[in-house]
């Protein structure tokens, strides 16, 4: 495993002694050192009530900013009356919503249950991986961890009295990392696209300096790539596209500005696109006169080797340059 993950941890139990919630002590005592976690604290959370949904109680807005930052969720609930605890659903229910705001969306997800009984709470897992289906988030299949005589298997200070459970501790929490880490890779893509374009309007601005060195560090270095430029024609392959824009460059003189106006940008797993405007202000060659463009782009970018990569550009003229 290479990728650091973030993971909040949210307990179906309030009671501050739980049985529950020195499990989950427990578990993250044994994890790999490539998780981190966050305790999410779920008592202070109001009732879900979508007449609120315009004016969101403050605990709500905590609740979807510490979800938003977790790379995977790792649950872990009671069971009460064969199905999990109201608290814990309220909280699914909280970060779930409004429509189209679902914070828990693609998020790799673990379950735990915990009992003090001997059924090892199956009922209250299953109920979970249900809501869990709904909101879009993958959850970890195997192994499964049924915890059943949990006010037994702990000594005081909170680990596991014997090496089998100590094992099993250990063995579900290094499959629980592999998972958030595979299952979560397009998610990470995503939320890392819009720091992307911040980088891409830098790049930009450089190439309208004359400088390609930017550029060719998020440019494709093999596979499909192709180039329309506002010349018209078209080059494709990656090592020809990143010829033509070290090509091109040598056109700009140290002076020029280029600036984006994106009008629309998505990220959907490992790939993702931005539309909208480019403008340039540069001294081509030895022209002492500035001109001004105004370029119709759409670009198309591949994630790959730990980040972004331009796979396509197509860029033709707004306006006449002047």
Sequence with gaps: MSAHSTVAVIVGSLRKGSHTRRIAQALMSVAPASLSFR??????????????????PAPWVRLRQELSGA?????LTPEYNRSIPGCLKNAIDVGSRPPGKNV???LPAGIVSVTPYKLGALGANHALRQSLVYINMPVMQQPEAYIAAAGE???????????????????????????????GA??????????FMDQRSAVANAYAQGNPAPLDEIVARSGPATF?????????GAGEVQTRYDRDA???????????????????GDLAFWTGFQNVEAHLGDNPEPVTMKLRVTELFRYADGG???VHRHADSASSPH
């Design 39 to 56: 305790m999410i604290e779920i008592g202070d959370l109001p009732l879900y009530n979508e007449d609120l949904d315009d004016r969101p």
């Design 71 to 75: 790379d995977g969720v790792l649950f």
């Design 104 to 106: 828990y969306n693609a």
């Design 153 to 183: 298997i702990l000594d005081e200070s909170g680990q596991p009295k014997t090496a089998e459970t100590r094992e099993f501790f250990r063995t579900f929490m290094e499959a629980f990392a592999r998972w958030v880490e595979v299952a």
């Design 186 to 195: 397009g998610r990470r893509a995503e939320r890392n696209f819009e720091q």
């Design 228 to 236: 329309f430029g506002p010349g018209g024609g078209y080059v494709t």
């Design 250 to 268: 040598k056109a700009f003189s140290p002076d020029g500005a280029s600036s984006l106006d994106v009008l629309q940008s998505e990220a959907a």
């Design 308 to 310: 972004w990569k331009l």
